[in-house]
């Protein structure tokens, strides 16, 4: 977890943000599935040609299918990846492990949880129940450790992730930096603590008085944040809860196999924006 962030004039336009990011990046993204994903951030990547990154989150969908569509992913470390009832599984990612054109460590969401919370606490490792008769830790050569106490049970253990970037879509940020999302958090929060830098695309700037006045309620403090860029519905094709909903048209064209990536990638919000944000 970084903690030195302290600079003034954090915010970036889009493309600036995404350009912090080099190829071979490891990068954790926030949100689940369709929900409150820095998508935004995920296609600025791909018009920058961005190659060789790992991406790593408990419950991708769009996000990881369009990086592979793109041929910008090199390793995925991820739980349950889908698009959701609506739409099933998500084809080009699919494609790009059966072919393999990525690496894949398969995890599922409880020991990626896990990982990242070892990095999280400066330890190596962290214990994860759930694992035993499951072929989840033959496959990725993890260890059982018996109990040091005594008690004669074995509990697995899951290595530390350490993601270079975890990228956050807010809610809200201030010109400061500090962070918060309206509704559930998802993994963001073990996210940010377990990367090296945070980078964060906000839907909004709100006056730093907003958080003083809730301090509770702040997800990710300004002093962890490396930059931040203000970007309306930069969830989209996702939701944002409150302020949209999932755009289903959008996704069903995208899950069209006889659809363009790049009439897509030009029908996004952001794209609409000269300096995108």
């Not at 072929?135 to 993890?142: A, F, I, R």
């Not at 203000?230 to 289903?248: E, T």
Request: proline share 6%; with cysteine.
């Amino acid at each position: 977890m970084a903690s030195g962030f302290n600079q003034e004039n954090k915010r970036r336009s889009l493309v600036e943000l995404a350009a912090l990011v080099p190829d071979g990046a490891s990068i954790a993204l926030g949100g689940s599935f369709l929900h409150r994903g820095p998508f935004a951030f995920v296609r600025e990547l791909i018009r920058q040609g961005r190659r060789d990154l790992e991406l790593v989150k408990q419950s991708p969908g769009y996000d990881v299918d369009i990086l592979c569509r793109a041929g910008a992913l090199r390793r995925v470390r991820a739980g349950i990846v889908a698009m959701e009832g609506n739409f099933g599984l998500a084809p080009w990612y699919r494609k790009a492990v059966e072919r393999r054109e990525i690496e894949l460590e398969e995890h599922a969401c409880a020991s990626l949880t896990a990982g990242l919370r070892a990095a999280a606490f400066g330890v190596p490792f962290q214990p994860c129940g759930g694992l035993h008769g499951s072929g989840l830790p033959e496959l990725n050569g993890w260890k059982c450790l018996d109990d040091p106490y005594g008690s004669g049970q074995k509990t697995w253990v899951v290595p530390a992730i350490r993601p270079d970037f975890a990228v956050i879509q807010a809610s809200e940020v201030d010109a400061r930096g500090n962070v918060r999302v309206q509704g559930t958090a998802h993994w963001d929060r073990i996210m940010s603590r377990a990367a090296g830098s945070v980078l964060v695309v906000a839907e909004k700037v709100v006056d730093s008085a907003v958080f003083e006045a809730n301090p509770e309620s702040t997800l990710i403090p300004f002093f962890m944040v490396q930059a931040y860029a203000v970007v309306p519905r930069g969830a989209w094709p996702g939701s944002c809860w409150p302020d949209y909903a999932i755009d289903y048209p959008a996704v069903e064209a995208y899950m069209d196999k006889q659809g363009d990536l790049q009439a897509h990638m030009a029908a996004a919000p952001e794209a609409q924006e000269v300096h995108h944000g």
